[in-house]
Nanobody
């Protein structure tokens, strides 16, 4: 079993930055495809970014390309999401997710483990 815990959320002004981190316990993430998703009030959960187990490729939603960067730290068994140039529409609960397979996908139903989420609020 894998436990995922997100941290780094908070309140920031538009144009600012936040860095989310996802820490795992229970197993190594080295061979896991990882993803970040978000859910705003009244909306469905949506894909934000993903990274393969090897770190060889990353996926991004069009809405965050060029602003967000996903990365993994194998030594710390963590995955991060650097969020720059934040917009009010980025406001949501952000979730970290892991797959038992090394490939990242954009589909939430393909992920096996989920964190509890961390709130990101961007004020205008």
């Amino acid at each position: 079993q894998v436990q995922l815990v997100e941290s780094g959320g908070g309140l920031v002004q538009a144009g600012g930055s936040l860095r989310l981190s996802c820490a795992a316990s229970g197993r190594t993430l080295n061979n896991c495809g990882m993803g970040w998703f978000r859910q705003a009030p009244g909306k469905e959960r949506e894909f934000v970014a993903g990274i393969s187990g090897s770190g060889g490729y990353a996926l991004y939603a069009d809405s965050v390309k060029g602003r967000f960067t996903i990365a993994r730290d194998y030594a710390k068994n963590t995955v991060s999401l650097q969020m720059d140039s934040l917009h009010p529409e980025d406001t949501a609960v952000y979730y970290c997710a892991a797959r038992r397979w090394p490939f990242a996908t954009t589909q939430s139903h393909t992920y096996d483990y989920w964190g509890q989420g961390t709130q990101v609020t961007v004020s205008s």
